[in-house]
């Protein structure tokens, strides 16, 4: 049961405002326990910390959302009225006032390495952090990010990233990573006195290129991808009814997810970036 689902610490020093949220999807447990081992061990010495349950109906169920995915919602003209739109609203608050935010996640997919989504203002952040693979959208234009936790804090200006702590069903392998990258982002913001060393990994950069949305029932990829298997060029990866998905050079697939319902999302494309 999640007592209190925002926890805000204030230092006593003057210094930046920042976000850690995790269970913004209820079944990605990983983020749930750093969090809660943050809540009791943070010390913060500079400016306002918040520690966010995103979703906590989501968390108490271990389902990914109650009704909607909370993770798309993150726009001032979304206007539902389930649970989680409302819950967005509230957290766009506390994010109108942060600096930057970290969204700690974790995949579907069975097996893979960590990784993390940002925009080339979060790089600066990751040098600091152990993720091989950062995906981005290197777009120059703000008002296209998505209603991501992390498009809606880039969008009005601050940092927004997001961090894949690895595959959901093995989150006791993945804690540490998580705990360690959430004090990393600390210290890069000043907020704690602390030096976390890193394992100054080789970064890739990725980029996403496009999003596909499953139109019919019967969509098949042509086998099981893991996150960031490269695609044959110019050769049908999936089956969409009668449609043939085809992936262009130098290009991978993101979050392969054949069982959606229809209209979900089934895959990210990426490139790799030299
Ligand atoms: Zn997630």
Redesign the pocket.
Known sequence: MIKDSIIKTVGKLPGKTVAIFAG??GN?KVGIFALEKLEKDLIVKKGTVYLVYANPPAIEANK?FITKNL?RLFSRHEKGDTYEDIRAHELMGILDQCDALLDI???NSPSGDQFSFCEPNGYDILKLMDFPIIVSRLDPDPTMYSTTTMGYMNKKGGIGFCI?CGTSNRENDFLELAVKSSYQFLQYFGNIDMVIPNDNIKQQVIKNERMYYKKNLEFKFVKDFKDFEVLPAGKPFAFDGEESLIAGENECIIFPRPNVPAGGEVCLIGSFIK
């Open positions: 913004t999807h990605e990914r993770n996640h974790s995949y894949e």
